[in-house]
């Protein structure tokens, strides 16, 4: 990611203007023919061709017969560059995470600490995501093509923590969007499955369940609730991060969701701390009126 911050403060404008053409087709189609960049572009059909070698040679856009596409580390400098231009972000700092579907990293914007999530969604099957995913496509509206689906990845939780932190759900407070990244205020907390010392490990349990009651009520389900994506901050407050697999509540499979996400977090305090917490009990505390 450092060498990828770099190449957005080295690349020529040309560069910048082709990546954020294919990034935009992206939602249309896999790769454009050089010609279509040109029109697109509106450049030089000369400067097209030589761009295009430069990026090939940083493996940011990849070549398949006579058409183009970008990769994975072009569509990373295309947002660092939106983020760079819109004045979100000014640098970026070290890997804070890494989890099966996304990268998340420290960013700092005129001395205030943030945070920045890169979506990598193809980490998983296609076929765990079409099945758990509302935002994943038909095969033949371009479902293979990661970089599309973890960009609907970005959107789709944007969204959600919008709501969600419009409610007063302990969630990270999302900033702003580009294209498969979301940058969101930074957490000062700790994974509860990192957490050796808690105080009062029954109030926090409550407090967690509290917070997930709160996004039911919005018809909200997180549905992969799980000690590794709730953050305890400095004074025992719970955070619950990573909802791109949320569903509503009118969901197919949402009691069954709900009951799995309040099972694993119940019986994680109950084997951690020695607590008899019920699920059941616990389900009433999110369902109750």
């Known amino acids: 990611m450092r060498t990828t911050a770099g190449l957005v403060k080295n690349l020529q404008l040309e560069d910048h203007i082709i990546l954020k053409v294919l990034g935009s087709a992206l939602t249309h189609r896999q790769s454009l023919t050089k010609q279509q960049i040109v029109n697109y572009s509106r450049l030089h059909e000369d400067i097209v061709d030589f761009r295009l070698w430069e990026l ?5 856009v990849s070549r398949h017969d006579d058409s183009f596409a970008i990769l994975t580390a072009g569509l990373d400098t295309s947002a660092l560059r939106i983020l760079a231009d819109k004045n979100i972000v000014s640098s ?13 990293y420290e960013a700092i914007n005129n001395g205030t600490k943030l945070a920045i999530k890169f979506y990598r969604i193809g980490r998983i099957s296609f076929r765990g995501t079409t099945r758990k995913r509302s935002f ?24 959600l923590l919008q709501q969600l932190s419009d409610s007063g759900v302990a969630v990270p ?14 957490i000062n907390g700790t ?6 010392q808690i105080d009062n490990p029954g109030v926090l349990l409550k407090d967690i369940l509290t917070n997930v009651a709160m996004a039911y ?27 791109p697999q949320a569903v509503s509540t009118n969901h197919v499979n949402a009691k069954y969701l ?11 305090f ?7 917490q019920t699920v059941a009990d616990g389900l009433e505390l999110v369902v109750k009126p």
């Open 136 to 159: 994943a496509f038909r095969q033949e509206d371009n479902s293979h093509h990661w970089l599309l689906v973890s960009m609907n990845g970005a959107k789709k939780e944007v969204e």
């Open 217 to 243: 009520k919005r018809s909200i389900i997180h549905s992969d609730l799980s000690e590794y994506n709730v953050l305890v901050g400095p004074s025992g407050e719970p955070y619950i991060i990573d909802w």
């Open 258 to 268: 709900l009951t799995r996400d309040i099972a694993t977090i119940v019986k994680y």
């Open 270 to 276: 109950n084997r951690k701390y020695g607590l008899s």
């Open 56 to 60: 090939r040679n940083l493996n940011l």
């Open 173 to 186: 407070k999302p900033l702003y969007r580009a294209m498969h990244c979301l940058v969101m205020n930074r």
């Open 191 to 196: 994974a509860l499955v990192n957490s050796v």
């Open 92 to 104: 970026i700092g070290k890997s804070i995470g890494i989890g099966k579907e996304s990268d998340v």
